[in-house]
């Protein structure tokens, strides 16, 4: 742009006084045909009148400002258009003007950089003469104390603003002269003082590379800028202490002395996983497998003694362990004598159907447990605690006395100190009586023998002990060990000395155990309650269980959220032979599972978890295949019927005595299979997979829910509800005989010799025959037989006698038949008639 202010403008210009910015048009014209304005704007500089004068220039100082430049005067302002000048020229000679302003102002600014640069250079000049002086005079004079130096530098300081005032005829700013300080010398770096070396340029190079590698300035490091570069970063600091501590160790390094672990191996472990248990490389195991002839891999399974190999190869003390070591192990857990207390004895009362058992224990307790029960009689194990006039406790399980609960008697018998035996005297020994001195005698236990029901007319007492010595059990009426008392449960005489009898029988034993310890307990029953979930009544061997506790009973594990006794009272702790509820299973357990109280939750699920796979295992076991045993079971898939049922019950010792009594029921030619049990109400899932096999469900004391319902009417499922277990036994095997249908039987009727054949029309043939014993019936079945070789069986189609048609024919008589459907007759074959009778089916 030019430097006049009178330059010319095209357009009209903007209104107002004293404007610094002028605004014009330029049009600008291209080689493509188009055109465009441009908006051009021209803005003024201040002119210095002819009669001022420019300001006074500084004189010379240690560090002086640079002088302003010396102002150019301007050449008189041009016309804005020159006559008889067209717009082309005008133009042209604008654009020049401005062409020649820009050479103009960058010349100027050119010249303006050099006298800079000269006088920085001279600046540094001096100020290095003047350090250069300082130094000597500091070197030659000794050091003197810091206020003795300002003092002195004073005439010198004073000396030089003199002559700078005669120079300038202005007063000069004071100079300070600078003296070294003195300072602890510190050792460099050589590398530093090469650097130093390389002169003052050098050194202002690398101060501005540093200021470009420290990253944003700030107010601070502005301030602070001689506070040295920048600082190093935390993972700096980190890797160089890590590398001296490395140099440190290297430095001292020393072969460490092996060190020798204790390394548990169980039955199978891989390559890898033995090498970091050792702490020792994957690879110089496998090199070490190699040198033994053994080629494997990182991830291959070795056993158990080839691992001791190795790791006593490798220096380490091996430690074997098995599978089995995780389940929990009762046999080495003893209790000290002195930790024993004395326990309730436990009482199992048993004997047959019928015979009195509940009834004597609700005399016994002063309750009604029998008018709950269906059918009147006992299907479910119970267990109750009594309290005595005296003041002790005892502990009675019931147990039921039909022939299907024989499993719930030998759980009773096996987790009891007594046994009490209940004869009715009107009926003597039975069945489920003989089968409760088996299960007793086996168990090991003492034995009370209570006959019932002596307040009968026809009770006859001494009857029963006699028959009690066909079993090998002597009373001591007749001079036997085996106490025995008189009881009637429906006046309640005898109950008092039943009583006393147990109690003795219990100090004689001397029954003690451990409260203070971890809960061991048997699961007596097990059901799945709608509103409780999994519900185990156990009874209590040693040790006290505790709410909250974490427990594995069986295959499932769980903590104590309830504890209930046999009144239906929620209790904090329950002590030895105590009979209780638990609630908080995971699952529903077995019967005659053990109820362990282990440390934590992660040890629990451990063991739970290691006896599911055993139990998987041992039901998913498949017998050794043989040509024999394929045979054998392709023949029993063949002529063997299979009845599938589903099986639901209320507790968990209903549902065992139903499958055992079902799989009793099956034979030769029909045989039950269980699709499925379980404990609990009747589900979807149970009515899905009745459906899929055809199976009817069996519900003992169950019934369906709402969704299982509809299910059942949509599916038209067929349901079976019991409540007794004879009537259902009763019930399926009638099912399973109907399955099987009528029982067939052959009645042979008479036996005839063929004599003669004779042609009888054009495709039949007639035989004579002679009856040789009974008769033969026209209509009747008969088998020809040739040689004792059956050739065909048939019907007798037509029977005659001489000409007549006759209905039989006696033995000694001739007559001739017709068989249908056989012409293969020849004389000297034998011809048996039968009848068959049908009859129904009993299983």
Same mark, same amino acid.
Request: hydrophobic share 25%; net charge positive; proline share 8%.
């Given at each position: 742009m030019s430097d006049t202010d009178n330059k010319p403008t095209l357009g009209r210009k903007p209104l107002g006084l004293k404007r610094s910015v002028e605004a014009g048009e330029v049009k600008q014209t291209f080689s +493509?045909?188009?055109?465009?304005?441009?908006?051009?704007?021209?803005?003024r500089r201040k002119i210095v009148k002819p009669g001022e004068a420019p300001a006074p220039a500084p004189v010379a100082a240690p560090a002086p400002p640079p002088p302003p430049p010396p102002v150019a005067q301007k050449p008189q302002p041009k016309p804005a258009s020159i006559p008889g000048e067209t717009p082309q020229e005008r133009t042209a000679r604008l654009q020049r003007e401005a062409e020649e302003a820009r050479l103009a102002t960058l010349e100027e600014m050119t010249r303006r950089e050099e006298e800079e640069k000269a006088r920085a250079l001279e600046e540094e000049k001096r100020r290095a003469e003047d350090n250069r002086r300082a130094e000597e005079e500091a070197a030659k004079a000794p050091a003197p104390a810091p206020v003795e130096v300002e003092d002195a530098a004073a005439p010198a300081e004073a000396q030089g603003e003199e002559e700078a005032k005669a120079e300038s005829g202005a007063p000069a700013p004071r100079k300070f002269t600078p003296v070294a300080?003195?300072?602890? =010398?510190?050792?460099?770096?050589?590398?530093?003082?090469?650097? =130093? !070396?390389?002169?003052?340029?050098?050194?202002?190079?690398?101060? /501005?590379?540093d200021r470009r590698r420290g990253g944003k300035l700030t107010v601070n490091r502005a301030l602070n800028d001689d506070e040295g570069a920048r600082a190093r970063s935390l993972a700096a600091l980190k890797r160089a202490r890590e590398k001296e501590r490395r140099a440190h160790f290297a430095g001292q390094s020393q072969p460490r002395e092996k060190q020798v672990r204790d390394v548990i191996v169980p039955e199978a472990i891989t390559v890898q996983e033995l090498a970091n248990r050792m702490a020792e490389k994957g690879s110089d195991l496998v090199?070490?497998?190699?040198? %033994?002839? %053994?080629m494997v891999t990182i991830n291959q399974t070795i056993d158990q003694d080839t691992a001791e190999l190795l790791v006593e190869e490798f220096g380490h003390r091996i430690q074997r362990v098995s599978e089995s070591d995780v389940d929990i192990d009762h046999s080495d857990d003893v209790d000290a004598p002195e930790t024993l207390k004395p326990r309730?004895? /436990?009482?199992?009362? %048993? !004997? +047959?159907?019928?015979?009195?058992?509940?009834?004597l224990l609700d005399a016994l307790r002063g309750t009604d447990v029998v008018k709950g029960e269906a059918g009147g009689i006992t299907q479910h194990i119970g267990a109750y605690q009594i309290t005595t006039k005296g003041g002790d406790k005892i502990t009675f399980l019931d147990t039921p006395g039909h022939a299907a609960f024989t499993e719930m008697r030998q759980r009773g018998a096996n987790v009891t100190d007594i046994v009490v035996l209940v004869v009715a005297a009107d009926d003597g020994l039975m069945p489920q009586t003989i089968e409760a001195i088996k299960h007793t005698k086996a168990a090991g236990v003492p034995m009370i023998v209570a006959i019932n029901k002596v307040d009968k007319p026809e009770a006859n007492p001494q009857r029963i002990r006699e028959r009690l010595l066909e079993h090998e059990v002597v009373v001591e009426e007749m001079s036997g060990d085996v106490q025995d008392v008189e009881v009637s449960a429906k006046a309640k005489t005898g109950l008092d000395t039943l009583i006393e009898k147990i109690l003795l029988q219990a100090e004689l034993l001397e029954l003690r155990a451990n409260p203070n310890r971890d809960a061991e307990a048997t699961v007596i029953e097990a059901k799945l309650d709608k509103g409780r979930g999994p519900v185990a009544t156990v009874l209590i061997n040693r040790g006290t269980l505790k709410t909250g506790d974490i427990f594995v009973v069986g295959t499932e594990s769980g903590r104590v959220r309830a504890l209930v006794d046999d009144k239906g009272k929620q209790i904090k702790t329950a002590g030895p032979s105590l009979p209780v509820e638990v609630l908080g299973l995971a699952g529903i357990p077995m019967a005659g599972d053990k109820l362990t109280v282990v440390e934590n939750d992660q040890r629990a699920r451990e063991v739970s978890a290691y006896r599911k796979e055993k139990a998987t295992e041992k039901r998913t076991a498949i017998a050794p295949a043989s040509l024999d045993t394929m045979f054998s079971a392709l023949k029993d898939k063949e002529s063997v019927v299979e009845f599938p049922l589903v099986v639901k019950g209320d507790v968990q010792g209903s549902v065992e005595a139903i499958n055992t009594a079902l799989h009793n029921l099956s034979n030769d030619e029909i045989k039950v299979r269980i699709l499925h049990s379980g404990v609990g109400a009747i589900t979807e899932s149970d009515v899905t997979l009745a459906s899929a096999s055809g199976a009817p469900i069996i519900g003992f004391g169950v019934r369906p829910n709402a969704k299982a319902r509809e299910l059942i009417e949509r599916n038209k499922t067929r349901m079976m509800y019991y409540d007794v277990i004879y009537h259902l036994t009763d019930e399926i095997a009638k099912e399973m005989a109907g399955e099987l249908g009528p029982l067939r039987i052959e009645n042979v009727v008479g036996r005839a010799e063929v004599k003669e054949v004779f042609p009888a029309g054009k495709r039949d043939k007639a035989a004579g025959l002679l009856v040789l014993e009974g008769a033969i019936r026209k209509g009747l079945y008969a088998r020809l037989t040739r040689a004792d070789v059956i050739v065909s069986k048939t019907t007798i189609a037509s029977l005659r006698r001489f000409k007549d048609d006759v209905d039989e024919v006696r033995a000694g008589l001739e007559c001739g038949v017709v068989l249908a459907d056989t012409n293969d007759i020849k004389p000297g074959d034998n011809l048996e008639v039968f009848e068959i009778e049908e009859r129904e089916r009993v299983l």
């Open positions: +493509h045909g188009r055109t465009n304005k441009v908006v051009v704007e021209v803005k300080r003195p300072e602890i =010398k510190k050792p460099e770096p050589k590398k530093r003082e090469e650097k =130093k !070396g390389g002169g003052a340029g050098h050194n202002r190079s690398n101060q /501005v590379d090199k070490a497998l190699f040198n %033994m002839d %053994m309730p004895p /436990v009482v199992t009362i %048993m !004997g +047959h159907v019928d015979h009195g058992k509940t009834s």
